[in-house]
């Protein structure tokens, strides 16, 4: 996912609005993922087994913190100058 991000590329979805929140007010990506991610687990509590949500809090928090402390708007730029320079 991390990949997708730093290309400017979503997969649908909250993606979207995280990549457009991001662009527009500089808001990180990242932690709109989490907060949406935790709107939704919280209101899943009233149709899902309580299991199945501690599974699903586990992998959003792993995801989520990756890409909070991964994504750098300006990487994918620093990335290909970099190479230029190789080259």
Same mark, same amino acid.
């Not at 949406?36 to 199945?52: G, H, K, M, N, P």
């Not at 501690?54 to 989520?64: D, F, H």
């Given at each position: 996912?991390?990949?997708?991000? =730093?290309?400017?590329?979503?997969?649908?979805?909250?993606?979207?609005?995280?990549?457009?929140? /991001?662009?527009?007010?500089?808001? =990180?990506?990242?932690? %709109? /993922?989490?907060?949406?991610?935790?709107?939704?687990? %919280?209101?899943?509590?009233? %149709?899902?087994?309580?299991?199945?949500?501690?599974?699903?809090? %586990?992998?959003?928090?792993?995801?989520?913190?990756?890409?909070?402390?991964?994504?750098?708007?300006?990487?994918?730029?620093?990335? #290909?100058?970099?190479? =230029?320079? #190789?080259?």
């Amino acid at each position: 996912m991390l990949v997708i991000f =730093r290309h400017k590329m979503s997969l649908g979805g909250f993606n979207i609005l995280a990549l457009f929140l /991001q662009e527009r007010f500089g808001i =990180r990506a990242g932690k %709109v /993922q989490m907060a949406l991610d935790c709107t939704i687990v %919280v209101l899943s509590l009233f %149709v899902v087994d309580v299991y199945l949500i501690a599974l699903s809090v %586990v992998g959003a928090i792993a995801t989520n913190l990756i890409l909070a402390m991964n994504h750098k708007p300006g990487a994918i730029s620093l990335c #290909r100058a970099s190479l =230029r320079a #190789r080259f």
